[in-house]
């Protein structure tokens, strides 16, 4: 009921309320100072709050990489949490300026739904997850299973893509909220549980068992994962777009959150003095200082940084990187950033 | 001084009356001009499609329990009517349960035996104490935990199994011959209602009564069985067997269907037991005592008497309650039943982006379902309150 109310609220808000956010998200967010990031209601490792409120994760930290660009402080955001079917309403509504909440680069919510996506933050698949005791091994064993599942989501498309393509029978148990999901499966409702692999490693650490489960080796589908923003307002998304960008350029020049003071002080390197915002003047086609780079890397870290802190292989999520599309390009990946220059 | 014609006019109540309703009419087809015009700016501008073609497009989804044919290249007005017909089936069974449950527990409170109106009190004020949404979770995963696995289901004479994955029937099938068996089933049902009318005549005229409910039990019973036998048993049983992860075949309750049910009629039932209770006693002291006066049994001076008086208090409150299952069916989506709520304005939404348009559709229905049971129930109200007083 609740969301009913918020879809329609939504509505009603951007039939209102959005004329005046035309002005320029950008100038409108200066201006406040600060901004809403639309995150999720805890993923763990993409967007999770702990027991004080404060969030972090992959997710969150791009919205802080914006923060850090435009006010020089990482931490001049709201987060407002959303569920799947929440998100788009809240953004199109002007609820949230930016929205980093693993959500699924598709055409037809690039074409249809007024939204722009900004770049690609985490490069997933979606997987399945099965009790160990099923002695199921793959994916394709699954005829006849009852998958659990949540609502508004690419997930619920691509298993019955994957199910009629292989001409198997299934049950889909579909939840609005992703907890709900994760009891139920628990609860032994179903026999996999379907989602993102990331969101399956995520998920599994809330499980009474952990160990109990595992994610089976096929990726049925492409889920490119990355922020939001609104159509229409190509000032504000190219803000969001070069701070995720800058962060995974500074990865390729080797500048981290831990050398980026040294290493500016004493660059010769182009590339390296332009990230650092000594050269080239990047900051003024944005609107920005040109100290924007600089402070993203410094007040955030540059995307190997935060990678490693929240879903690497030291975290509970244990996503090892190397190997994955998720590595930089150099080292046989496919995250590549166009040049800030 | 006499008032001019022009003041004569202006203070005239008529015309001040009218005056302010012209206003406050103009000012509201202005607003909804206002909103209409700049949501459909706004949706321009943001480069949303509006309309609904998008009812005939494949929808590419599948839906956990259908009442009719659909799979993925169904279209989103097939997962439309899916969805409706969910949302049907657990508010008809809903109220069902939820009105005899709650005439039960209603009578059962005015009961003068003390332990069982104890009994309907703390019943009726502990449910209808505790948010409709937490009961439902309540009884989704108590249920869930209670349940064994497929493979360690409970059985009943191999052929009815109970696990976490729902209850499994047997699903008859009717072979060549089982028509004549519906026709005479009909038959001995057309014949009871005959005797019922017959006896009641006849008892008006000379007082003789006739044991008119048990001889038609007998009938119906009696000729089915009969019948049955005379026609070889044409009807064979599609009993659900295990195979992989689950029962295949037979008929199957979900979970998530029983949870909700369950939930919504026993919710639903502590308020109809109180709209129960209150319209029996408004009916005045005095019908009781001349009831008993005449000799009739306590039994009888329910059904005849107390009941028939009571439900003309009853059946406008009972409505609302109904009307109350119906919408509260919505939180269907919190255990995943599959509903008009989750299955076209959850899944359809999320994938076409038509809010307004499927909010709109969704709201439609809830408008015309509540209207269509009011209906009824207000023809429901005329017939009881024919022959009053």
Redesign the interface.
Known sequence: ?N??KN??L???C???M??AA?AGTLDTVKDQGFFNCGVSQGVPGFSNPDENGNWSGIDVDVCRAVSAAIFGDADKVKYVPLT??ER??AL?AGEIDVLSRNTTWTL??D????LEFAGVNFYDGQGFMVRKDSGITSAME?????V?TN???TT??N???F??ANSMA????????AD?VV??YD???C?TYTTDKSGLAAQRTKLADPDAHVVLPETISKEPLGPVV???DGDWADVVRWSLNAMIEAEEFGLTNSNVKTTCAMTSNPVVARLCGKEGGTGAGLNLGDSWSYDIVSKVGNYGDVYEKHVGENTPVGLARAGSPNASYKNGGVLYAPPAR | MRPSKFSNFIFNRNVQGTFYQAITLSLVILGVYYIVQNTAENMMARGLASGFHFLGVESQFDIGMTLIEYSPTSTYFDAFIVGLLNTLLVAGIGIFFATIVGFAFGIMRLSSNWLIAKIAETYIEVIRNIPLLLQIFFWYFAVLRALPKPKQSIEFVDSVFLNNRGLFLPDPNFGEGSSVIFYLFWITIIISISIFIWSKRRQNRTGITFPAFYVSAALIVGVFFAALTATGFPVSFDIPELKGFNYKGGMRLIPELVALTFALSMYTAAFIAEVVRAGIMAVSKGQTEAARSVGLKEGLVLRLIIIPQALRVIVPPLTNQYLNLTKNSSLAAAIAYPDLVLVFAGTALMQTGQAIEIIGMVMGVYLFLSLFTSIIMNLFNRIMKVGER
Do not use: H, W
């Not at chain 1, 699954?142 to 009852?146: E, I, K, P, R, Y």
């Not at chain 1, 299934?170 to 909220?177: A, D, G, I, N, R």
């Open positions: 009921m969301n009913i879809a329609i939504g509505l009603f951007s039939v209102l959005v004329p035309y799947a079917k788009f309403t199109q037809s919510r074409a249809q739904i007024g699954l005829d006849g299973a009852s659990c609502l508004g989501t619920e498309l298993m019955a893509d199910f009629r299934y049950e889909p148990v579909v939840f609005e909220k709900e009891n139920a609860e032994g409702r026999d609104r159509e229409g």
